[in-house]
């Protein structure tokens, strides 16, 4: 017979389960609400159920117990195998084999025991080109090996200095370079070509194809693939885009290989794999932050560990690399900084915040000129260019309205103002400045921080000409003019796309904007030809308190006269009536510029 199927008493009454209504017992056989309703409180037998399965196990925990449970079968096979004599040819039958799943072999058993032990999915990526043994630019006759061998000296001498970060052998020919590395070399080749010559777009589209077909399509990881797409990104000058999206994916790229390669936890690093980690955070937190964009790296203690071990080696330029992961964790500081501060904190947070970083600077710049001492003056004024840099971010918090509505004149915001105007000003000057082998060879992070000092250095003067136009006081006028004259913007943008420009003669206007200097150019001009108009609409309200309401016809052109004066920003006179100022978005324009896109 079968056992008494146990029982137990349901713990909710059958009129409460019926109508799904919380059961709380009153006495034995009577819950609350049956008594409140004087309804009949049943409480039902019902067969104990059984208790609710455990969890499902994970896949790994199946493959285990299906990997023990198969090795234990071929042990057992194995011990009957040895008992049976060797002319024996029909081999026993057992019941523990005639219940097995499928056939079984050693090869399975492997492929279990490695499944078991790796419960990733898929295999591993490849490490070997898709395009390996392709014939390279050289072999196509598109470059000969006199300019290949030249530009590759080019690169050693002149682009080194400014991105330490990616070296080739000492003594190493381009032929060399190109038999070893062809995609590094490709990279070499299209970063320091002329922006003019024939064949940039040609070497840059092969590079994205290679981009394409090896990195996006079979997800290849090597060291020479991040090499080389270090140095395309930070000499990246075609095509110019609005937001950079190309360029944002070759920077995000050159992380996600880096991470794919393990080099950011890796114990003892190559040399180059050392430089390589501290490129790639150099150039992702330089970009990222210049275009608003998160912060996906960070300074870590294996930053700090490679920084200490990279300076001890015999590369003179491995000593450069210093300064420049001081100053971009100093700016990635900065972002953090400014991007947690509420519009709340007013004129106390500001002083508060500006002050703690000037401390945090004064100290980094002085790390920062003791390195200098053994950089070459190329490395020099890339690095003083970084410093001129964060000098005008650090007076950035004068631009945000927000943090000044309590106090929009206060003497604070107006002497920081004043301070971004001058270190906007040094900067171009800087920049303007240069010899044209430095000007011809800057990396993408310069050309962003030139847009920054561009856009920013008007925002500031507009910014105090609305705080004067808005005050009462008698020498607004006066102070209006010192500020334009301070600035004196126009003529500084000009002379500052005069000398960029040097860098593309030879293109046609057309390509000129498809190149990233090129359009930056063509912007700037463009302001300079603005600003003038925003400057008079600005200072026309200074101009108009000092005049005393008078009708007649000589008041009225006095009045013009003063709202006009001579000495204001001149419109081009090349322009005439033609040039459509209405229909310019200058707020657009300038944030462009403020943004980098």
């Keep these: ?337 400014y991007t947690s501060m509420p519009a709340s904190g007013g004129k106390a947070l500001v002083q508060v915040t500006h002050g703690s970083l000037q401390r945090q600077f004064d100290s980094v710049r002085t790390c920062v000129e003791n390195d200098l001492s053994s950089c070459p003056p190329s490395t020099g004024n890339a690095i003083h260019t970084e410093v001129k840099y964060i000098e005008m971010r650090l007076e950035e918090l004068c631009l945000r309205d927000e943090l000044w509505t309590s106090e929009p004149n206060s003497s604070v915001r107006i002497t920081m103002l004043m301070g971004i105007i001058q270190r906007s000003k040094e900067l171009v000057c800087a920049i303007k400045d240069l010899p044209f082998s430095e000007i011809a060879h800057m990396t993408i992070i310069t050309n962003a921080r030139i847009c920054a000092a561009v856009g920013y250095m008007p925002t500031a003067v507009l910014t105090l000409l609305s705080l004067v136009t808005g005050s009462v006081d008698s020498d607004a006028e006066a102070q209006a003019r010192a500020v334009v004259d301070a600035a004196d913007y126009p003529n500084l943008v000009r002379e500052l796309a005069t000398a960029l420009e040097t860098k593309l003669k030879g293109m046609s206007a057309s390509d000129k904007e498809t190149d990233v200097v090129g359009s930056i150019c063509s912007k700037m001009r463009l302001l300079a030809r603005s600003y003038p108009h925003q400057i008079r609409a600005a200072v026309g309200n200074v101009s108009s308190q000092d005049a005393r309401p008078n009708t007649s016809l000589s008041a009225v052109q006095a009045n013009e006269a003063v709202i006009a004066p001579p000495i204001w920003p001149s419109i081009d006179t090349d322009l005439g009536h033609s040039f459509p100022i209405d229909d310019i978005q200058w707020d657009s324009l300038l944030s462009g510029f403020t943004g980098f896109i």
């Excluded at 390669?261 to 190559?270: A, Q, R």
Aim: aromatic share 6%; glycine share 4%; with cysteine.
């Design 1 to 337: 017979m079968n056992a008494t199927i146990p029982t137990t008493k349901r713990r909710a009454c059958a009129a409460c389960t019926a109508a799904k209504a919380k059961c709380t017992p009153q006495t034995v056989n009577l819950c609350q609400r049956c008594a409140r309703l004087g309804k009949s409180c049943i409480y039902l037998d019902l067969p104990q159920t059984k208790r609710k399965q455990k969890a499902a196990p994970s896949r790994v925990e199946v493959l285990e117990k299906k990997v023990d449970r198969l090795v234990s079968q071929l042990d057992v096979l194995t011990r009957q195998n040895a008992q049976v004599s060797p002319d024996t040819s029909n081999p026993p039958t057992n019941d523990l084999a005639l219940s097995r799943d499928s056939e079984l072999d050693s090869t399975e058993i492997t492929e279990l025991l490695d499944a078991a032990q790796d419960p990733s999915h898929g295999l591993d990526p490849p490490t070997t080109s898709v395009l390996e043994g392709q014939p390279s630019i050289v072999d196509r006759g598109l470059l000969s090996e006199t300019e290949a061998e030249s530009l590759v000296k080019t690169f050693q001498l002149e682009l080194v200095p400014k991105f330490p970060f990616v070296l080739t052998s000492h003594g190493e020919t381009a032929t060399q370079l190109r038999q070893r590395e062809p995609f590094l070399f490709l990279c070499v080749v299209a970063a320091t070509i002329r922006s003019a010559h024939p064949l940039r777009k040609v070497f840059a589209e092969e590079i994205m194809n290679h981009v394409t077909l090896r990195v996006v399509a079979r997800s290849e990881r090597n060291l020479e693939l991040l090499r080389g797409l270090l140095v395309h990104s930070a000499w990246y000058s075609y095509p110019a885009e609005r937001y950079h999206p190309q360029l944002l994916l070759l920077v995000q790229l050159c992380v996600s290989i880096l991470y794919d390669l393990g080099l950011h936890k890796k114990p003892n690093p190559s040399f180059h794999e050392q430089r390589v980690l501290l490129g790639t955070y150099w150039l992702s937190v330089g970009l990222c932050g210049t275009l608003g964009r998160p912060t996906i790296m960070k300074h870590d203690g294996q930053i700090d560990e490679c920084i200490t071990l990279i300076s001890s080696t015999d590369q003179l330029s491995d000593r450069w690399i210093t300064p420049f992961i001081r100053l971009q964790s100093f700016l990635a500081t900065i972002d953090e900084v």
